[in-house]
């Protein structure tokens, strides 16, 4: 079974993402706050692809695309998103990409996006972080590429 680079979506209206008490990536109004999972076998190839899907995927109201909009994007690295806790009672880990490997393809997911236009904002990758935000609908959804 193939595993693929994970992104879960949220249309949101305003969203930020706080490390140690100061905020490092803050959206205003409606965009997406996007939580990016890696996996081993991902490439930059599939972080370029996943970057454009988040661009012109049609969430937004009025099934408009953060590119019809010019929406900003909060993008979040996270690797629970790999959790497997169907046996026992705690989670592995085992899918997830290690930092050396998942860091520079989530920094490729916003180089890309920035790429295309976008305004990106991140979080702290490896850092324990408080992300805040207002699901609007609510409205989340699970992009694999």
Not at 27 to 35: D, F, P, S
Not at 39 to 62: F, N
Not at 74 to 87: C, E, H, N, P, W
Request: charged share 20%; aromatic share 4%; hydrophobic share 45%.
């Amino acid at each position: 079974m193939m595993v693929a680079m994970r992104a879960v979506v949220q249309r949101v209206n305003g969203a930020s993402v706080v490390v140690d008490g100061e905020t490092v990536g803050e959206i205003v109004g409606q965009g997406l706050c996007v939580l990016v999972g890696v996996t081993h076998d991902d490439t930059p190839e599939k972080a370029a692809q996943l970057a454009r899907k988040l661009w012109s995927v049609r969430i937004l109201q009025d099934e408009k695309s953060c590119s019809d909009l010019a929406a900003p994007l909060l993008v979040i690295s996270q690797f629970t998103l790999y959790g497997d806790a169907r046996k026992g009672r705690r989670p592995t880990w085992n899918a997830a990409a290690p930092g050396p490997v998942a860091e520079p393809l989530v920094d490729e997911v916003v180089a890309q996006l920035r790429k295309l236009g976008a305004q990106v904002e991140t979080g702290r990758f490896g850092a324990e972080m408080k992300v805040s935000l207002t699901n609007d609908g609510p409205f989340t959804v699970l992009i694999e590429v």
